[in-house]
């Protein structure tokens, strides 16, 4: 019999089957033939096995490997490994007493075994004897790996959004880890079978004799543009629902957006925006804004000083003996600090730790009042980086000069800024800062979380900084707190995040 | 800010009231004073500022909230007795702390809640007026049972000793130091001393060694009646106030007040000194300052509110006296905010002058601008490393050396100097993400800092931009063509010539140059620098000075 003749005796399911898969350029699963035809899978199968019969097509098992998260894999992936909030702890207290692992770190007291086991295998910490009570000590390993996820962290973090993934879909790095979060029961893994048919030659050939059906391609090609020959062909149908590889568009970073809608909002105020040297005078950064040489913000351990460059100039002498007399014995009606002035403490450099540093050296340039300006600099403070401090951030604070000012045109302005972020509900109260007088801090409210918080805080400069600078017009100055915006505009709680350069964190962190 | 513990049913006692915590937050508030939470004990935690040691206790917090809510107004009527008991200071403590001043409380009635305040009171004052007691240190002991006059006097680190409070055998002043917690932590004071400050009374009882610790025979209990106050130190100034923060709580609790004679090597003071101070000031001048019209009379009222006495008034001049508790108000603007303060930080009206001023960007912000949207539209993530980095990152994992502005006082090494080029932070973050997938495009727009002898303050921070990308596909051409793509944004006239860099590829780096001046580099990171960053695949990347 000619395989023409064959082809048409065959019955309407199996020529079905037949163009499922010609229409799918040689192979398909049941599935997907199951959604080309309409057939039942048996139906499809009885067909399929009656032309593997006749040398029309090969059935094929295929096996592809699942992984799934458990339950106390999906725990740990909102928690993180209790290995990891153990270290977080030890990267605070570089010790930890073992007796002190169940309440410091939140872990039950039957995990806290595996939990060091684990950081011991994973050469975080090392246990040592310490007056007879073991203490667990963070290693330089540890140190490293507190802001660098480890692969099994990594492939756990997959199962974001998806609770199976299948093994050849996983970077090889990660698929040395499959093995590990198995043991620990944290994933656990499936083989899944599937059927595929495929067309044999001769099967291809029936499908050519057959006139009916029409070549189908995948791709719509200049040529077949060109020619006009795509109005014979087939364009294959696309599964449109089916999932597409992820990409992602080149950001600025989140601390960055926070920056530049502060910026954006002070300009449409009528703000103009200054900048200054990183590397300050104590001169500038303190004793101008009339900050005592012995105030304990200048204090070594909260103050980072430069061993180079040693020492800065202060180009106006003049200026200088001004604020030293404003300190010790007051000016403008002040009684002053009362305490002897060192002019070798002014030449001393620091690391700017406040922005102020910038505003005032702006004033003692004496602007032709009307003014208002603003920077958002970083600044610098000696602090052990954590989750609530951090050594550097960005600051920003602006000042407005004019003839008439006064206490309620500077809550005027504070009101404004939050309206401009979209903050309604505001209060203020009385508030302290070493240069300004009389000070206020503004609170936003915050319905969904029934909580009013510190935003901003502000102040009139008081008169012994100004008068040294020669300023005779009331100077209005606000800050505000970058932290707390960080927290209402992108949700960051953790004050790391503002520097994570996680690619994976950044590209999932949304524009809109 | 300090941050305190109080007790509200102490405060309510002190009050003479019974107000829910609710009920007071917003004079709290009005009074800046925040409530934080609370404690897992029950105490509130209240966050004060740092100008007013008065309020670091609920016996402070109670006072100024009965002037607040009218309940008892103008400055309070504290009344202090004569002296009782005499404090010697000897002169040997001249080279190490040698001032003392001392207050005596008598007919006390302690319950638990006001001792531990008393003791909380006091260690705030250690920590902040006396900088973790290097400025001065305060001792409060039952005297009932001593000999008074007290001596202020030395003892040799091994002399026979006494018993440390919570200790049950004597210690000599050297074994204090190396065994008691508090020897421990604040040894460090007094240690280089050949001679340690003891308070002895004449019957040769110890009261204290401070700033270390106080004897266990002079324990204050409860059920203390007679008790005796010191403060000694390094600062006069200073000792002097938190002696007086310390006995205005004591009588604000209706204890007996005594002034102690002390006798110094220059001559005889009596201490606590409560005079008030008084001061006037032109209500005119104050209403311009906040933008009020508040009338004589008005005024005169808020300021009893405040607990300020009102000696004399009429149209133009108030003359108030400062409570002897108030160290804060060293010019007239302050005693305008506690006008503010009184009249209600929530009846003030936010009110918008008109400026007719338009905002304008910093110059180089917008070039910064330029640079990121270029960058990022062509497909690169922006990271933001910190400034502060290592010599090891900046120079020794690159292949280069060189200075850079230096912290005499890191918190780590990690963080010891400041960046002088962005690469090396560009690099650190491809470590950081080796395990995400390939290819990787990340930048920067920041500054780095470089040290520059001729600028003011000896070191200029400087605008620049840079990328780097990884991948098996990524090579000279692919950065190159970046860079100069960023560049031609800025329409500068390039010229590009090869380039040697110890952290790039020979022949394979290149530098741009704008009327011969470098305008930045660009390159095949050198595989020793890759393997440095334990990275295993080509890097590219590329850094220039943004035009100013």
Same mark, same amino acid.
Request: net charge negative; charged share 35%.
């Given at each position: *019999?000619?395989?023409?003749?064959?082809?048409?005796?065959?019955?309407?399911?199996?020529?079905?089957?037949?163009?499922?898969?010609?229409?799918?350029?040689?192979?398909?699963?049941?599935?997907?033939?199951?959604?080309? &035809?309409?057939?039942?899978? !048996?139906?499809?199968?009885?067909?399929?096995?009656?032309?593997?019969?006749?040398?029309?097509?090969?059935?094929?098992?295929? !096996?592809?490997?699942?992984?799934?998260?458990?339950?106390?894999?999906?725990?740990?992936?909102?928690?993180?490994?209790?290995?990891?909030?153990?270290?977080? =702890?030890?990267?605070?207290?570089?010790?930890?007493?073992?007796?002190?692992?169940?309440?410091?770190?939140?872990?039950?007291?039957?995990?806290?075994?595996?939990?060091?086991?684990?950081?011991?295998?994973?050469?975080?910490?090392?246990?040592?004897?310490?007056?007879?009570?073991?203490?667990?000590?963070?290693?330089?390993?540890?140190?490293?790996?507190?802001?660098?996820?480890?692969?099994?962290? #990594?492939?756990?973090?997959?199962?974001?959004?998806?609770?199976?993934?299948?093994?050849?879909?996983?970077?090889?790095?990660?698929?040395?880890?499959? !093995?590990?979060?198995?043991?620990?029961?944290?994933?656990? &893994?499936?083989?899944?079978?599937?059927?595929?048919?495929?067309?044999?030659?001769?099967?291809?050939?029936?499908?050519?004799?057959?006139?009916?059906?029409?070549?189908?391609?995948?791709?719509?090609?200049?040529?077949?543009?060109?020619?006009?020959?795509?109005?014979?062909?087939?364009?294959?149908?696309?599964?449109?629902?089916?999932?597409?590889?992820?990409?992602?568009?080149?950001?600025?970073?989140?601390?960055?957006?926070?920056?530049?809608?502060?910026?954006?909002?002070?300009?449409?105020?009528?703000?103009?925006?200054?900048?200054?040297?990183?590397?300050?005078?104590?001169?500038?950064?303190?004793?101008?804004?009339?900050?005592?040489?012995?105030?304990?913000?200048?204090?070594?351990?909260?103050?980072?000083?430069?061993?180079?460059?040693?020492?800065?100039?202060?180009?106006?002498?003049?200026?200088?003996?001004?604020?030293?007399?404003?300190?010790?014995?007051?000016?403008?009606?002040?009684?002053?600090?009362?305490?002897?002035?060192?002019?070798?403490?002014?030449?001393?450099?620091?690391?700017?730790?406040?922005?102020?540093?910038?505003?005032?050296?702006?004033?003692?340039?004496?602007?032709?009042?009307?003014?208002?300006?603003?920077?958002?600099?970083?600044?610098?403070?000696?602090?052990?980086?954590?989750?609530?401090?951090?050594?550097?951030?960005?600051?920003?604070?602006?000042?407005?000069?004019?003839?008439?000012?006064?206490?309620?045109?500077?809550?005027?302005?504070?009101?404004?800024?939050?309206?401009?972020?979209?903050?309604?509900?505001?209060?203020?109260?009385?508030?302290?800062?070493?240069?300004?007088?009389?000070?206020?801090?503004?609170?936003?409210?915050?319905?969904?979380?029934?909580?009013?918080?510190?935003?901003?805080?502000?102040?009139?400069?008081?008169?012994?900084?100004? $008068?040294?600078?020669?300023?005779?017009?009331?100077?209005?100055?606000?800050?505000?707190?970058?932290?707390? =915006?960080?927290?209402?505009?992108?949700? =960051?709680?953790?004050?790391?995040?503002?520097?994570?350069?996680?690619?994976?964190?950044?590209?999932?962190?949304?524009?809109? | 800010?300090?941050?305190?513990?109080?007790?509200?049913?102490?405060?309510?006692?002190?009050?003479?009231?019974?107000?829910?915590? !609710?009920?007071?937050?917003?004079?709290?508030?009005?009074?800046?004073?925040?409530?934080?939470?609370?404690?897992?004990?029950?105490?509130?935690?209240?966050?004060?500022?740092?100008?007013?040691?008065?309020?670091?206790?609920?016996?402070?917090?109670?006072?100024?909230?009965?002037?607040?809510?009218?309940?008892?107004?103008?400055?309070?009527?504290?009344?202090?007795?004569?002296?009782?008991?005499?404090?010697?200071?000897?002169?040997?403590?001249?080279?190490?702390?040698?001032?003392? /001043?001392?207050?005596?409380?008598?007919?006390?009635?302690?319950?638990?809640?006001?001792?531990?305040?008393?003791?909380?009171?006091?260690?705030?004052?250690?920590?902040?007026?006396?900088?973790?007691?290097?400025?001065?240190?305060?001792?409060?002991?039952?005297?009932?049972?001593?000999?008074?006059?007290? @001596?202020?006097?030395?003892?040799?680190?091994?002399?026979?000793?006494?018993?440390?409070?919570?200790?049950?055998?004597?210690?000599?002043?050297?074994?204090?130091?190396?065994?008691?917690?508090?020897?421990?932590?604040?040894?460090?004071?007094?240690?280089?001393?050949? @001679?340690?400050?003891?308070?002895?009374?004449?019957?040769?009882?110890?009261?204290?060694?401070?700033?270390?610790?106080?004897?266990?025979?002079?324990?204050? &209990?409860?059920?203390?009646?007679?008790?005796?106050?010191?403060?000694?130190?390094?600062?006069?100034?200073?000792?002097?106030?938190?002696?007086?923060?310390? *006995?205005?709580?004591?009588?604000?609790?209706?204890?007996?007040?005594?002034?102690?004679?002390?006798?110094?090597?220059?001559?005889?003071?009596?201490?606590?000194?409560? &005079?008030?101070?008084?001061?006037?000031?032109?209500?005119?001048?104050?209403?311009?300052?906040?933008?009020?019209?508040?009338?004589?009379?008005?005024?005169?009222?808020?300021?009893?509110?405040?607990?300020?006495?009102?000696?004399?008034?009429?149209?133009?001049?108030?003359?108030?006296?400062?409570?002897?508790?108030?160290?804060?108000?060293?010019?007239?603007?302050?005693?305008?905010?506690?006008?503010?303060?009184?009249?209600?930080?929530?009846?003030?009206?936010?009110?918008?002058?008109?400026?007719?001023?338009?905002?304008?960007?910093?110059?180089?912000?917008?070039?910064?601008?330029?640079?990121?949207?270029?960058?990022?539209?062509?497909?690169?993530?922006?990271?933001?490393?910190?400034?502060?980095?290592?010599?090891?990152?900046?120079?020794?994992?690159?292949?280069?050396?060189?200075?850079?502005?230096?912290?005499?006082?890191?918190?780590?090494?990690?963080?010891?100097?400041? @960046?002088?080029?962005?690469?090396?932070?560009? *690099?650190?973050?491809?470590?950081?993400?080796?395990?995400?997938? #390939?290819?990787?495009?990340?930048?920067?727009?920041?500054?780095?800092?470089?040290?520059?002898?001729?600028?003011? %303050?000896?070191?200029?921070?400087?605008?620049?931009?840079?990328?780097?990308?990884?991948?098996?596909?990524?090579?000279?051409?692919? =950065?190159?063509?970046?860079?100069?793509?960023?560049?031609?944004?800025?329409?500068?006239?390039?010229?590009?010539?090869?380039?040697?860099?110890?952290?790039?590829?020979? $022949?394979?780096?290149?530098?741009? %140059? /704008?009327?011969?001046?470098?305008?930045?580099?660009?390159?095949?990171?050198?595989?020793?620098?890759? %393997?440095?960053?334990?990275?295993?695949?080509?890097?590219?990347?590329?850094?220039?000075?943004?035009?100013?």
């Amino acid at each position: *019999m000619s395989l023409k003749k064959e082809v048409e005796k065959l019955n309407a399911k199996k020529k079905k089957v037949l163009s499922a898969l010609g229409e799918n350029e040689g192979k398909a699963s049941v599935k997907e033939i199951q959604d080309f &035809t309409g057939l039942s899978h !048996s139906a499809i199968m009885r067909a399929g096995l009656g032309l593997e019969e006749s040398n029309f097509l090969k059935i094929r098992d295929k !096996s592809r490997e699942k992984i799934a998260i458990t339950e106390e894999g999906t725990y740990y992936l909102e928690k993180s490994l209790p290995e990891r909030k153990i270290l977080r =702890i030890l990267a605070e207290k570089k010790s930890l007493p073992i007796s002190k692992v169940p309440e410091e770190a939140e872990i039950s007291e039957k995990k806290v075994g595996i939990a060091i086991g684990w950081i011991k295998r994973k050469q975080w910490g090392e246990i040592e004897e310490k007056n007879g009570e073991k203490v667990l000590k963070i290693t330089e390993k540890g140190k490293k790996s507190v802001n660098n996820k480890e692969g099994d962290e #990594l492939l756990l973090e997959k199962f974001k959004g998806s609770e199976e993934i299948f093994v050849d879909d996983i970077s090889e790095d990660l698929k040395s880890k499959i !093995s590990t979060l198995k043991s620990r029961n944290l994933i656990r &893994t499936e083989e899944v079978k599937k059927r595929e048919l495929k067309l044999t030659e001769r099967g291809q050939r029936a499908i050519d004799l057959d006139l009916e059906v029409r070549k189908r391609v995948s791709r719509l090609s200049s040529e077949l543009i060109r020619t006009g020959r795509w109005k014979e062909v087939k364009l294959r149908e696309y599964n449109v629902t089916a999932p597409t590889p992820k990409v992602c568009p080149g950001k600025e970073h989140p601390q960055r957006r926070i920056i530049e809608e502060l910026r954006s909002i002070l300009l449409r105020m009528g703000f103009e925006e200054i900048t200054g040297p990183i590397v300050e005078s104590e001169f500038w950064n303190f004793d101008a804004l009339f900050q005592a040489q012995n105030h304990p913000a200048r204090e070594i351990h909260d103050t980072l000083s430069l061993l180079k460059p040693d020492r800065a100039d202060i180009p106006d002498e003049e200026l200088l003996n001004r604020v030293k007399k404003a300190h010790e014995e007051g000016v403008a009606g002040s009684t002053g600090w009362g305490y002897e002035f060192d002019k070798d403490v002014s030449h001393r450099t620091i690391l700017r730790s406040q922005t102020t540093a910038d505003t005032v050296r702006y004033l003692a340039k004496k602007p032709e009042p009307p003014v208002k300006v603003f920077c958002i600099d970083k600044v610098f403070r000696r602090e052990r980086i954590d989750y609530q401090h951090l050594a550097e951030f960005p600051q920003a604070e602006g000042i407005v000069m004019a003839k008439e000012l006064n206490f309620e045109n500077m809550l005027g302005y504070l009101k404004q800024i939050l309206v401009e972020m979209g903050i309604p509900k505001i209060r203020f109260r009385p508030g302290y800062f070493p240069y300004t007088e009389p000070s206020a801090e503004a609170d936003g409210y915050f319905p969904e979380r029934d909580e009013w918080i510190e935003l901003l805080g502000a102040g009139m400069f008081r008169p012994e900084l100004l $008068e040294p600078l020669g300023i005779e017009q009331p100077v209005l100055a606000w800050g505000i707190g970058f932290s707390r =915006i960080a927290m209402i505009r992108m949700g =960051i709680e953790d004050m790391r995040d503002l520097h994570n350069n996680d690619i994976e964190w950044l590209e999932d962190q949304p524009l809109g | 800010m300090p941050t305190i513990e109080i007790d509200l049913s102490d405060l309510n006692r002190l009050l003479d009231k019974k107000f829910t915590l !609710s009920e007071l937050e917003n004079p709290l508030k009005n009074l800046g004073i925040e409530i934080e939470g609370k404690t897992s004990e029950g105490y509130i935690k209240l966050e004060v500022h740092h100008d007013r040691p008065d309020l670091w206790g609920v016996e402070g917090v109670a006072r100024a909230l009965k002037g607040y809510l009218d309940i008892e107004t103008g400055a309070p009527k504290y009344r202090i007795e004569n002296p009782l008991i005499k404090l010697e200071v000897d002169p040997a403590l001249r080279d190490t702390r040698p001032v003392a /001043v001392m207050g005596q409380i008598r007919n006390a009635n302690f319950e638990d809640e006001s001792l531990k305040a008393l003791m909380d009171l006091q260690e705030k004052l250690h920590d902040i007026l006396g900088r973790n007691r290097e400025k001065i240190s305060i001792g409060a002991y039952e005297i009932g049972d001593i000999e008074p006059p007290i @001596r202020y006097t030395t003892i040799k680190p091994d002399e026979e000793g006494f018993v440390p409070l919570n200790f049950d055998e004597k210690l000599t002043p050297r074994e204090i130091l190396e065994k008691h917690p508090k020897g421990r932590k604040y040894g460090h004071l007094i240690k280089e001393a050949d @001679r340690y400050p003891l308070l002895v009374s004449s019957d040769g009882h110890v009261l204290s060694m401070p700033p270390i610790i106080n004897s266990e025979k002079c324990r204050l &209990t409860k059920k203390a009646e007679n008790v005796g106050v010191d403060v000694t130190g390094t600062d006069e100034k200073i000792a002097r106030r938190a002696l007086k923060v310390i *006995m205005a709580a004591a009588a604000e609790r209706g204890f007996e007040i005594h002034s102690v004679e002390v006798e110094r090597p220059d001559g005889k003071i009596v201490t606590p000194d409560l &005079t008030a101070a008084t001061k006037s000031f032109e209500l005119r001048r104050a209403n311009k300052k906040l933008g009020l019209n508040i009338d004589p009379k008005k005024a005169s009222k808020i300021m009893e509110r405040m607990r300020y006495d009102v000696l004399e008034i009429d149209e133009e001049n108030i003359s108030v006296e400062i409570p002897f508790y108030r160290f804060d108000l060293m010019h007239e603007v302050d005693i305008f905010e506690d006008l503010a303060i009184g009249y209600g930080y929530d009846n003030l009206e936010p009110l918008l002058p008109s400026l007719e001023i338009t905002g304008k960007p910093h110059r180089m912000q917008k070039v910064c601008e330029v640079a990121r949207r270029t960058l990022t539209g062509l497909g690169f993530m922006e990271v933001m490393p910190y400034l502060l980095t290592s010599p090891e990152l900046n120079f020794d994992q690159m292949g280069t050396s060189g200075e850079a502005v230096e912290i005499e006082n890191p918190i780590s090494k990690e963080y010891s100097i400041l @960046r002088t080029w962005l690469v090396p932070g560009l *690099m650190e973050v491809l470590e950081e993400n080796k395990l995400h997938k #390939l290819p990787q495009r990340i930048f920067e727009v920041g500054d780095v800092v470089i040290l520059d002898e001729k600028s003011e %303050t000896g070191a200029i921070n400087i605008k620049r931009a840079a990328a780097a990308s990884i991948g098996e596909d990524i090579d000279f051409t692919y =950065i190159r063509s970046v860079a100069e793509a960023l560049l031609r944004e800025f329409n500068m006239d390039l010229n590009v010539e090869s380039f040697k860099h110890p952290s790039f590829l020979e $022949e394979r780096t290149a530098k741009f %140059t /704008v009327n011969g001046e470098i305008q930045g580099f660009v390159g095949e990171v050198h595989p020793e620098v890759i %393997t440095n960053f334990d990275l295993e695949h080509p890097v590219a990347a590329f850094e220039i000075d943004l035009p100013r």
